[in-house]
DNA sequence: CAGCATCCCGTACGATACTG
DNA sequence: CAGTATCGTACGGGATGCTG
């Protein structure tokens, strides 16, 4: 049972783009429409079962676009909504915040705790 | 041992204002220094256990400043650092686009899965 | 190539009780 | 008031193997 409502707005789009890869996968296919196999390198260790999860996640919250071919050698195609696109600008200043203090956030969460 | 590096900068942002407990604590912070009691009564639903755990987390890495004072009944307050400021005000654009499609968010994890 | 199934583990999180 | 200790659970996530 899922009756979960948010504390405010921050906390339901965390929620959304929370988690270990999604944001990853988000920000790599806000430049470009891609292939499993693609997002597979694109996106730097993560495993297929992850990716498949993280997919059909961000497909069921509307974020993600599958498009699927039908051909011999099988080939499905992740775009965003534009309900993603508008996600990843919304994130876009943490993420431009984040690589600014790279430096100080590796530091304290490599030599911390979780 | 801790050899994570972030796959970008987002990633590291994530991670530190991931989980479940953080943002808001941030957010209820980002307005006024509080004691924890009145943080435990501003973010609706969480326990001391994690309270404690998240304030001690996000002090280790900095984004929070703790204030004992040995009094009596004792008494801490809690306040955002310069680091933690900055840091809201990057997540802050995040926030209103969850407030935006709060309605749509919650529709879609209220019915859908994690 | 794309993807699902299964096993397994760590930890994030929750509930409850106790303390200075 | 402001925590700490302990226990238990659920879920996120990794490794491996199989299918259309």
Redesign the interface.
Known sequence: M??????????????????KWK??IL?ALHFDTLRFGELRRT???ISERMLTLSLR?ME???LVHREMYYEVPPKVEYSLTE?GH??V??????????????D???A???????
């Open positions: 899922n009756k979960r409502k948010y504390g405010c707005g921050l906390d339901a789009a965390v929620d959304l783009m929370g988690g944001a990853l920000w996106v730097p260790g996640e069921s919250t509307g309900f508008s996600l600008e919304a994130m876009t200043p943490l993420g431009e915040w984040g690589e600014s203090n790279l100080r956030i590796e304290v969460t490599g030599g911390g705790n979780t």
